[in-house]
């Protein structure tokens, strides 16, 4: 629910940004953004584990523990690996920029340049992907499996990201106006 409760609040964040001239209490502190950015990612790796242990629950301990193992450490080094290199695109463009080489200049630049798009776009697929992920767990419920028989599961997927999502944020919103 955590995950549907995230990606729809992204949505409405991308649908009706904060205005600057709301006041500090109002907007998410840098603490705030970064708990709920390891909640979810540790949401995200359980779902991984837990999806990679479901395609080996017939195996031996020992083939259940090297899977999972594998497919952690991959997905750790992997993911990790990559945002530490988009993290540091714009160090590496700066350096590119300052060489002597036109082709370096204008690679840099463009690197420096490209970074606050790569950024947007990636948020973009992350929040799609909280969505389709979240669905896909209340996907694999029984009765609304057999509720949404014969849809495409893409489709499903990312409505019950939607609708969980969106009645998380509804009941989250409701709490904290009445508290």
């Not at 940004?17 to 990612?41: F, Y």
């Not at 999806?51 to 301990?61: F, G, H, I, M, R």
């Not at 082709?103 to 973009?124: E, T």
């Amino acid at each position: 629910m955590y995950l549907a409760y995230e990606g729809v609040e992204k949505v409405v964040h991308m649908v009706r940004p904060h205005h600057p001239n709301h006041s500090a209490s109002e907007r998410p502190d840098e603490k705030a953004r970064i708990r709920s950015a390891v909640l979810v990612d540790f949401i995200l790796s359980v779902e991984i584990i837990i999806l990679a242990l479901s395609q080996v629950v017939d195996a031996d301990l020992l083939v259940q523990v090297l899977v999972v193992s594998i497919i952690a450490l991959v997905a750790t080094v992997g993911v990790y690996g990559l945002v530490a290199l988009i993290v540091r695109m714009d160090d590496a463009g700066l350096a590119l920029a300052e060489r002597e080489e036109a082709w370096a200049q204008s690679l840099g630049r463009g690197m420096v340049r490209a970074l606050p798009i790569l950024i947007r776009i990636i948020g973009h697929i992350g929040t799609v992907a909280l969505l389709l992920v979240a669905g896909g767990i209340f996907h694999h419920i029984e009765a609304v499996h057999h509720l949404f028989h014969g849809w495409p599961s893409l489709l499903v997927d990312g409505l019950l990201g939607l609708v969980v999502g969106g009645l998380a944020l509804l009941i989250v919103r409701g709490v904290k106006r009445f508290s």
